[in-house]
Every structure is written in structure tokens, then in C-alpha cells.
């Protein structure tokens, strides 16, 4: 089945090759075609081994499962990481996740232990930012953890009525504007630490603009992963990728959360 979005393309190119892999009889040293010969052996090749194909309920459990381990990894890094580390263990966190995000987007493979030792690492990114914001704002973490929920099952409620699609348009949209987002991220986090203050996350009327544009496109980052989710579905991709799907999802949310708990504190900056 063809695809627009490259990354399924290329993820469907795999599974055709497991399924080719897995229902070709083999004979002896492993040529295609012919019949396994072995002492006892019928003649016949051996019943080939099935590969399960992904669901909507695989990528569920999944994602439930990731946001379960980095809640873990959040209450655990916010209870026994002491305040004079928050520093050290946030910067490090961040970099080891980053690291971790980039060899899971770009691999060819699913691997579930990456993205198991992603959510681990991110949800000690998540503790410690969520510690830090509430040391200073009683209360915002669980505004906006409610509120980041709320947004995602808002999405996933408008995706299902098909309000929202991700036509080929919409996607390449997409991919531009995170692009661009996190380039002007990434050189503003560069030009802070030589001391320049560009406004965008100082407070300004600037930098709410800034998170509002973030928040949006991040709210419709879940479009992307959910018709992901669909199409992968559709192509038959093995059962493990299920796990590449909800880490896509779990990317979002974080991303989401982070900048929806920057934006509470812009209007709790006075108190």
C-alpha cells in the first residue's frame, strides 16, 4: 500500500520484508525455495513463524504503558533528586532524551527498549521541570497536567469525527512548522547562554505568543500520530511498532505539557 508519509513508507518496506522473511520456505543453508532437509525430516518446509500485525488496542496498551513508566520516573526523580542536583539532573536528562528521541525517530527498526529507556530518562526531565515550576507556582503541575490531557482527548475526540484530517497538505504544514519551531528553540537556547534575551520565554507578550503558537502546533502534532496509527494499521505493520506509534504520542504530550505549564507561569509571574 503506498503512503505519503515517508516514515511508514519506509516502516512498511520492513514489514513486507519480515512477512517475506517469514513465509518463504528455506532449505538447506537457508535458500528460498527449496525444502528443509535434515535428518527426519518429511521433505516438506517447516510451518513458517507468523509475524502479528499491529492494532489501535497495541498502540493503547503502548502508550498507556510509557506514560505509566514516565510517571514512575517523574515521582521518583521529584522525591529522591535532591534541590542541589535539580540543575544537573534536568540539563542531563534533557541531552541523554534528546539523544534518545533522535536514534528512535531516524532508526529503521522498532526497538521497544529504546523507547521504554526514553520514557524513563524523559520522565525524569518531566520531575524535575515540574519541580522546579512548582516550587515557585503552588499548583500549576496539576493545572497543567489536566490541562494537557484535556487537549489530547479534545484532538483525539475532533480526529475520530474527521474535523480535523491529516490530508498530505496538513502534513507537510506540519512538518514545516515543527521544523521551524525547533530550530528558533534551539538558537534561542543557544543565544541564552551567551546572555542574549531574545523575549521568547521571559514572560513578554512575545513569549506567551510564542507558547500559545507552540501549544497549537503541538496539540495538532496528535493529528500526525493518530493517522499514523491508522495508516500503520492499514499497512500491516508488525506488532512491535506499535511501540515506535505511542512514542510518538508520548513526544507530543510532553512537548504539550511543557509548554502549557510555561505558559501558566507567565500569568503567575506576579503573584
Known amino acids: 500500500m503506498k503512503t505519503s508519509n515517508p516514515v511508514l513508507a519506509r516502516l512498511g518496506q520492513a514489514a513486507e ?33 507468523t509475524v502479528t500485525p499491529m492494532s489501535i488496542d497495541d498502540v493503547v496498551v ?21 534541590d542541589s542536583l535539580l540543575g544537573v539532573a534536568w540539563i542531563g536528562a534533557a541531552v541523554v532524551g ?7 525517530s531516524f532508526s529503521r527498526m522498532a526497538n521497544p527498549a529504546l523507547v521504554v529507556a526514553y520514557s524513563v ?3 525524569v526531565f518531566v520531575g524535575m521541570v ?14 497543567a497536567v489536566v490541562a494537557s490531557f484535556g487537549v489530547f482527548f479534545l484532538m483525539a475526540m475532533l480526529y475520530k469525527a474527521r474535523v480535523i484530517r491529516a490530508t498530505p497538505k496538513f502534513v507537510r504544514g506540519m512538518v514545516a512548522a515543527m521544523v521551524g519551531l525547533f530550530a528558533v528553540m534551539l538558537i534561542n537556547l543557544v543565544l541564552s547562554l ?23 502546533v503541538a496539540s ?20 512491535r511498532y506499535s511501540w515506535t ?14 509548554e502549557i505549564l510555561r505558559l501558566l507561569s507567565y500569568f503567575q509571574g506576579d503573584d
Do not use: H
Open 17 to 49: 520484508r519480515e512477512r517475506a522473511t517469514g513465509y518463504a520456505p528455506t532449505g538447506p543453508y537457508g535458500q528460498p525455495g527449496y525444502p528443509q532437509q535434515y535428518p527426519g525430516a518429511t521433505g516438506y518446509p517447516a510451518a513458517p513463524p
Open 62 to 82: 503502548k502508550t498507556v504503558t510509557l506514560l505509566g513508566i514516565l510517571g514512575v520516573s517523574a515521582a521518583a526523580a521529584w522525591v529522591l533528586v535532591p
Open 98 to 104: 534528546l539523544v534518545l528521541g533522535l536514534i528512535i
Open 121 to 123: 530518562v524523559e520522565g
Open 130 to 143: 515540574s519541580k522546579a515550576f512548582n516550587s515557585l507556582y503552588d499548583g500549576i503541575v496539576l493545572q
Open 194 to 216: 551567551f546572555g542574549v534575551n531574545t523575549g521568547l520565554r521571559d514572560g513578554s507578550p512575545l513569549a506567551i505568543g510564542f507558547s500559545l503558537v507552540c501549544i497549537v
Open 220 to 239: 495538532l502534532s496528535f493529528v500526525l500520530s493518530f493517522a499514523e496509527v491508522e495508516e500503520g494499521v492499514r499497512m500491516g505493520l508488525p506488532q
Open 245 to 258: 506509534a505511542a512514542f510518538g504520542i508520548l513526544v507530543s504530550l510532553v512537548w504539550l505539557y511543557i
